[in-house]
């Protein structure tokens, strides 16, 4: 029997293909995947115990090959983290990625402080926690490794990521090239580890290990609670609904380009985007033209309930237990649309529009459940208040004390001042789109694991140190 030449051509170029695929799978010495908890705990464990030996000197080595690593490979996560989670836009993720790479704190955020006088110095320094445990959100896979990564370890420590399951691969993948920079550079094995298969008993297990020192929960109010019950010192980086107010002393085009960019920015999945508009009725219809002229596409009347019906699940909940009240609607997010493109959003009710949509808007009023809830998609809704102080008023209610992100478009210091007392937000952007807080146009370095609730603000390196006492007596003091 003859077998076809082409077909054995054929059968080889799957093979190599198959292959070709597992690649990223396959897992070498020290680059920190492992079966099974204990396993990744042990690992990082060793692996702080020589972070430890070395100088600050060569941990900030260890840091630059981790930027470079992730630099040269922010394409690569951008897209695999689009692929997989099938969120997001793939260019501003790699601005993410990049942002992550260079504006994360080094080793220079670490500050130590010292008393003399006459009894001798006195000195406070920033130690490592040890083995930090940090779990990590779907909706910036790549960029929270990153960020957690270079500054728990810029602070001496190692890390035991918890990733989401559903951005499983791009998670891990990161966590093996930031170990092969490392070892490259010099530095200890798995300093960064993680379970193959994570999954929320993995979480659980990697919580509650002995081993781990300190938590770091960066997703929804479910996981920081989690962190926060578990007996243990924790960093809680909890959800966001950031109010866009908008008031008649604004610069109402440059409001309207500054909205929709930061809306829009990676289809609205980071934490800190605008989730609202609250704007003052006078100048309503002109933010609202400007809006559209800068990508956004209005919709209103029925479309407004048919998006609704699309991207909201209903729930019927009793007001409370055991209740014979009739039972009151509340509805959650359809985890279907979220980080999806505003196209992609309106073709489900019929809309055709074309790429430079980036955006949808709609009046809606202020209870609506596309203000209430965090959707983390392109909708925008907008609400109209006849002044600033219903408008302060409302933004701190849609906040819903997450003390996460506000946004302000105006002129007037007072009003800026007055809504910025009100909300006590850990980010509060003035005049420009929201991402600007973490550095993007705005000055200061960036994070991507913002701790409302814990009160930590923008982590950065020292926020995942102990303070050391350090105490000489009789000496020291040269004065
Ligand atoms: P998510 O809460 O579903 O998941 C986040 C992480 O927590 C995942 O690793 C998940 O597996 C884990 N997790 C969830 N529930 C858990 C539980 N009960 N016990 C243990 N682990 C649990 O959130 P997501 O969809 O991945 O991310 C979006 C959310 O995260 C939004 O609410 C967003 O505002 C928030 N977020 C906040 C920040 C910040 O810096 N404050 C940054 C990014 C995202």
Same mark, same amino acid.
Not at 274 to 289: C, N, P, R, T, Y
Not at 295 to 310: E, H, M, Q
């Given at each position: ?22 690649? %990223? ?37 260890? $840091? ?20 997989? /989670? ?5 260019? *501003? ?15 220079? *955020? ?23 445990? !940090? ?29 989401? %399951?559903?951005?499983?691969?791009? /998670? ?16 200890? %094995? ?8 994570? /999954? #929320?008993?993995?979480? =659980? ?45 604004? *610069? ?11 809306? /829009? ?32 596409? #209005? ?30 609607? !509340? ?55 006849? *002044? ?34 009100? $909300? ?6 003035? =005049? ?27 982590? !950065? ?19």
């Amino acid at each position: 029997m003859t077998i076809d030449p082409n077909l054995i051509a054929k059968i080889a170029a799957e093979v190599m293909a198959r292959v070709q695929e597992r690649q %990223p799978e396959t897992v070498s010495a020290g680059e920190g995947i492992f079966p099974t908890v204990d396993e990744a705990v042990a690992a990082a464990r060793a692996a702080q115990k020589q972070l430890k030996k070395l100088s600050i000197e060569k941990r900030e080595e260890l $840091i630059q090959a981790m930027r470079q690593a992730a630099c040269d490979n922010a394409e690569l996560l951008a897209e695999m983290g689009v692929s997989e /989670s099938g969120m997001g836009r793939v260019s *501003d993720k790699v601005i993410k990625n990049r942002l992550a790479a260079t504006k994360t704190p080094g080793t220079e *955020d670490l500050k130590s402080e010292a008393w003399s006088g006459d009894r001798g110095l006195t000195l406070i320094e920033m130690g490592p926690y040890g083995v930090i445990g !940090s779990i990590t959100p779907t909706t910036n896979p790549s960029e929270t490794v990153i960020c957690n990564g270079i500054g728990m370890i810029a602070a001496g420590n190692a890390v035991v990521f918890s990733p989401h %399951p559903t951005a499983k691969n791009t /998670s891990l993948v990161t966590i093996k090239l930031l170990n092969k920079a490392i070892i490259q550079a010099g530095g200890p %094995p798995n300093l960064l580890t993680a379970v193959a298969e994570p /999954s #929320l008993a993995a979480t =659980n297990a990697m919580m509650q290990h002995p081993d781990i020192n300190m938590l770091v929960a960066t997703g929804g109010p479910a996981v920081v609670k989690a962190v926060m019950s578990c007996g243990k010192k924790a960093i809680g980086a909890g959800a966001g609904n950031p109010p866009a107010v908008v008031d008649e002393t604004a *610069d109402i085009e440059k409001a309207a380009k500054d909205i929709i960019d930061g809306c /829009s920015f990676d289809n609205n999945l980071p934490c800190i985007a605008e989730k609202e508009v609250i704007v003052v009725g006078s100048v309503a219809d002109k933010l609202m033209a400007y809006m559209q002229r800068y990508g956004a596409y #209005l919709i209103s009347g029925p479309d407004v309930d048919r998006l609704a019906k699309v991207i909201l699940t209903e729930k019927a909940e009793l007001a409370a237990a055991g209740c014979t009240e009739k039972p009151k609607k !509340s509805y959650a997010v359809n985890k279907n649309y979220v980080g999806k493109d505003a196209r992609y959003i309106l073709s489900q009710i019929g809309i055709q529009v074309p790429d430079s949509i980036r955006a949808v808007i709609c009046e809606t009023p202020a209870d609506h459940p596309f203000v209430v809830e965090e959707l983390m998609m392109p909708v925008l809704p907008v609400v109209q208040v006849k *002044d600033i102080d219903a408008a302060i008023e409302l933004a701190v209610k849609v906040e819903h004390g997450n003390r996460h992100t506000a946004i302000m478009h105006s002129k007037n210091v007072d009003n800026l001042t007055k809504l910025a007392k009100a $909300i006590e937000t850990t980010i509060f952007v003035k =005049n420009a789109p929201s991402y600007a807080g973490i550095g993007v146009g705005g000055e200061g370095f960036t994070t991507f694991t913002i701790a409302g609730p814990t009160g930590e603000g923008l982590t !950065s390196p020292r926020s995942f140190t102990r303070q050391r006492r350090c105490v000489l007596v009789d000496a020291l003091s040269i004065v």
